[in-house]
DNA sequence: AATTGGACTAAAAAGGTAAAACGGTCGATT
DNA sequence: AATCGACCGTTTTACCTTTTTAGTCCAATT
């Protein structure tokens, strides 16, 4: 890692600190400077603009949680256990950006092009993976699915619907058991005939 | 039906014309007035409250979709096919009702208490009448759930997940097909051993 | 007794504006 | 190459005034 970017991931560091604690809009460039012990043009040496800065920490934070999500599912093997365990250990990654993600909440971010931009990457990169487990399943002849990239939407919207718990009283206790418990219904038996 | 309740009907309906097309905020008591051709004061004496209208015109809204989806389904005994038909129409419907939602959507509007109660009691009752289809299936043994009750909230919850078209572009062609679609492989094939 | 309009009030929203804060630039310095 | 202070045009904030609004009250009408 050159010195330049070791200088940069510093920064991106700091940030993203400041902007889990404030948000978007109430991070402002000089916080950033002073944290760093830099002046503003310093940083501006290094990143283009603030929103620069802002999508190196979701990127960084994403390739963090891919990475984890990576390493959990690379030792197993078979398809169904493998979709399994993604899908628990990225509700439960979500369970600890929840705090990252709070601050950014309340803020009103989608009329931001970038933004959108980084959610679509991200979304897309998740389907793949998905759509990458399940293709090796219907390979092993374990699954029998018509249109695995239709699928892979399908599991990751669920998910996405099933990050926020609306219906039922969560605690830490019995969040863990829930998942597990909605993930075996949904996608292992929902409906068995 | 008393007169009473028919005046109350009336301003229900000018009110859900009005709130639809303004929101709940821009929407002012002396437009409701003006638009029933009545007195502020007339609207006061059949309603409490700005908020009290509001929940009325909702709760007919939902009402009118819950016998939608009831008319819909009473016919079919099948229970797999009677919950096929109880998301296809309620996913179809929820598109209908996009207009009316969309007003509302950019409000902030779940800091009002009123809201998050009516909200969980459509909620709630969403997920009985799931139950209930379940049930029904489990009785007849066409179903092997062990928790029905938690699946109707993932399929509720995942039906909510699915509202919102995020990833593929939708245009009215094709939204039929998908929601078909992915219906099918959510609940009866996503993966099939 | 049931129903209504209009004048009224307290509170909230909208509008306007001057000052402060902001993202970003530039030229000089090390 | 890396750092910085001074600076610029724009946006946001803070504050005030005016307007609008939800809800009340009471006399008038049916």
Redesign the interface.
């Known amino acids: 890692m050159l010195d330049k970017d070791e200088v940069k991931d510093t920064i991106v560091n700091v940030a993203r600190h400041i902007f889990s604690r404030f948000g978007f809009r109430k991070t402002t460039m000089d916080e950033i400077a002073i944290a760093t012990r830099k002046g503003k043009s310093s940083i501006y040496y290094y990143f283009e603009s603030k929103e620069e800065i802002f999508q190196a920490v979701v990127e960084k934070e994403a390739g963090l949680l891919k990475a984890e999500l990576h390493e959990a599912i690379s030792k197993i093997e078979d398809p169904?256990e493998k979709?399994k365990a993604y899908i628990l250990i990225r509700m439960r990654a979500l369970n600890k950006l929840a705090n990252f993600y709070d601050a950014l909440k309340n803020e009103y971010l989608s009329h931001l092009e970038f933004i959108n931009i980084i959610r679509?990457k991200y979304?897309?990169d998740e389907?793949a993976t998905v759509e990458n487990i399940l293709s090796k399943?219907i390979e092993n002849g374990?699954?029998?699915?018509?249109?695995p990239h239709?699928?892979s939407?399908?599991?990751?919207?669920?998910?996405?619907?099933?990050e926020i718990p609306?219906?039922?009283e969560v605690n830490s206790e019995n969040v863990e058991k829930?998942i597990d418990?909605?993930v075996n219904?949904?996608?292992?038996?929902?409906?068995?005939?």
Chains 1, 2 share one sequence.
């Open positions: 169904r979709l679509k979304d897309d389907i399943g374990e699954f029998v699915i018509e249109s239709l699928a939407i399908a599991i990751v919207t669920a998910m996405k619907g099933l609306i219906f039922v829930r418990d909605l219904i949904l996608f292992y038996g929902l409906i068995k005939r």
